[in-house]
């Protein structure tokens, strides 16, 4: 019997992008409502404990996190499936969308608002250097892989927890900072990220006009936390 899907989201949010990819990629009906994350709603924070998105829920009942999002449509939705079948390739894959969420996502993050808030010298530089070490990292473990997918010939959830990072990697290229031109520095990567990139789920994920949109948000991140910093500390 199929599930009620309905993925609470905020439009811009890369780690709902993978939940998306997801339900478009096994092509299972789902409905979506967007939320502003500045001002969260009573209803929403009393079904995501860390006030966070995405949340999925799946008749009526709530679950959280992208990743394990992700491994549950797998589960409920083994047609296409995006994990392989040995338990030892299940768990390799999984240490790498690890390494998506605790070392690529955090440098893209970094390097995005510096770049976004127009950051210079040291303040640039550094955030610029752990994405280029992040890079280093994927382009030694891909320059062994036969591609064009982080597992081979076939599409898969690491792709998914990696994509949205390919895909805002790739749009800052046209923001105008030399020091973003890094890509073509990383062949291995590069391929991958066209390959990801021209998927079709992962295609029809990307929300619109994201390039300037997200440059705003970045944008005005930065300038908060320069505030911030200004601010006097107490005595």
């Known amino acids: ?23 478009l990629e096994k092509d299972l009906p789902h409905e979506i409502e967007f939320i502003d994350l500045a001002n969260k709603p009573a209803w929403f924070l009393s079904i995501s404990p860390m006030g966070r998105v995405p ?31 040995d338990p030892i390739a299940r768990a390799e894959a999984r240490g790498f969308i690890a390494l998506a969420n605790d070392v690529a996502m955090p440098a893209g993050f970094h390097a995005l608002m510096a770049m976004a808030g127009g950051s210079s010298g040291d303040a640039l530089a550094k955030p610029l250097a752990g994405l280029r070490d992040a890079l280093d990292t994927l382009e030694a473990i891909l320059a062994d892989r036969a591609g064009p997918f982080f597992g081979g010939s076939a599409f898969s959830l690491v792709d998914v927890a990696f994509a949205p990072f390919l895909r805002r990697l790739r749009l800052t290229e046209g923001w105008g900072v030399p020091e ?28 619109p006009d994201l ?17 911030l910093a200004d601010v006097p500390g107490p005595g």
């Open 1 to 23: 019997m199929p599930h009620h899907l309905k993925l609470i989201s905020f439009e811009l949010c890369p780690y709902v992008e993978r939940s998306r990819i997801v339900l």
């Open 55 to 85: 949340v999925l829920l799946v008749d009526g009942r709530p679950i959280f996190e992208s990743s394990i999002i992700n491994e549950l449509l797998e589960e409920l939705y083994p047609a296409r499936p995006l994990f392989p079948s």
């Open 180 to 207: 973003a031109q890094m890509l073509s520095s990383f062949p291995a990567v590069s391929a991958w990220t066209e390959a990801v990139l021209a998927h079709p789920s992962v295609r029809a994920a990307e929300p």
């Open 211 to 227: 390039s300037a949109r997200t440059r705003r948000r970045y944008a005005e991140r930065a300038a908060k936390v320069r505030l």
